[in-house]
């Protein structure tokens, strides 16, 4: 069982929310060629360490979240939020 932590609700089973998969940038409308936009929705990295995911709270608060989740140890650590700064982490 897979315990992921929402921040509202805590730590939840990871049957009870849905994972909406790696998160990426996403590129400009503006500019992005066909090729930036196949890369975003089609091609994913699947990388052995650090993966940053979406996840969102289906049956509890309605949030969606980030996790960094390591994907040979199931470890999970919570991403700075966009413009705060970090105390020395990884
Ligand atoms: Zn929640």
């Not at 992921?4 to 049957?15: D, E, H, I, S, W």
């Not at 980030?66 to 705060?84: C, D, K, N, Y």
Request: with cysteine; hydrophobic share 20%; net charge positive.
């Amino acid at each position: 069982m897979l315990l992921v932590p929402c921040p509202n609700c805590g730590p939840r089973n990871a049957a009870d929310l849905t994972y909406r998969g790696e998160s990426h940038p996403r590129p400009d409308p503006g500019t992005a060629t066909k090729h930036e936009w196949r890369t975003y929705l089609y091609l994913r990295d699947n990388p052995s360490g650090w993966l940053r995911e979406s996840w969102y709270c289906s049956s509890g608060c309605r949030t969606h979240f980030q996790i960094e989740r390591h994907t040979l140890t199931g470890e999970i650590r919570t991403p700075p939020l966009p413009g705060s700064k970090t105390a020395g982490g990884t």
